[in-house]
């Protein structure tokens, strides 16, 4: 096989491995896999956007006609095939298809992304074609982040951290859940986050109880942990990160659960070595809290992979035997929910080195008192 000229690294590793998959071409739809390989970034909307990425030529792309300025910003070259809103996409469908010689082919597709609008398209206009669900071919050229990638998640964990400092300095006894969250989506963007990766989580009291509350009208009061959850997003890529605050003292067994959540952090990202499991560092985390007493109340896996995604491989739980690597970036976030009562999530970015691992996050993680 011989790489067309122009080729990008990234394109030459997606080509091996669709070979060695026995795939012949991959199909995108807007997203971050697009991103990735072609530097494009599109709304997935009602106009269907799909890259074709064939094993054995150029890359082609069928869009609207209104998003064909975009493709200046593309890395390497791409054929397009756009269409206009009166004709629709039917045409350049049928003509990309026709020249990519996609009939009969066995084309790979985002199983968690494409649908069936697009997947009818490609039906219809390869006729015969298979469409395959290859998440992992992607998921496996991702999961390894270069110095590039790891610089802009650097950045984006500094501008999350900017934005949870600020609103820390502003958060007040009888400040509502929402408002709280409301500051720090402006402090967000205001400090160089391009728009957000997820809606922040600002919980107090029982509604802290459950890990992905959404913000109330709720006054947060004192005596309650309030769990602030954040990211930015800076060059594509996002950080993600958990305090727990709490206005005025906690109860006595708040301040214990505290405790064994940040030791159980703490555990955990000493835990990560190359070689090591993913499993084994949700089994470092999980067997703190379990030894305290609290192992029923920590109900989620211990963290995430972290990338042009917020939520990516690896996935650090129980059942997963993949080795980590020299590159890998997650999350590391026990947390312990006790109904009624409240909760505590401590959640830290983290990247796989030769040694072990770097915190990308500094946040202290001592009970922050305000
Ligand atoms: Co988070
Ligand atoms: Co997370």
Redesign the pocket.
Known sequence: MSNPPHDTLRMVRLREELERRGLDCLALVPGPNLFYLTGLSFHLSERPVVALLPVDAPPAIVLPALEVPKLALAVGAITSYPYTDEEGPVRAFQQACAALELAEARIGVEGLRMRVMEARLLERYAPNCQLIPADEVMEELRILKDAGEIAALRRAVAVAEAALRAVLAQVRPGMTEREAAALLMVELLRGGGEGLPFEP?VVAGPNAASPHAVPTDRPIRTGEPVII?C?AMVGGYVS???RTVALGGLPEEMVRVYEVVRQANEVGRAHIQPGRTAQEVDRAARQVIRAAGYGDFFIHRTGHGLGLEVHEPPYIVEGNRLSLQTGMTF?V?PGVYLPGQGGVRI?DDVLVTPGGAETLTTFPRELLVL
Request: charged share 45%.
């Open positions: 989580i959850d990211g993600d990160i958990t999350t976030e959640e």
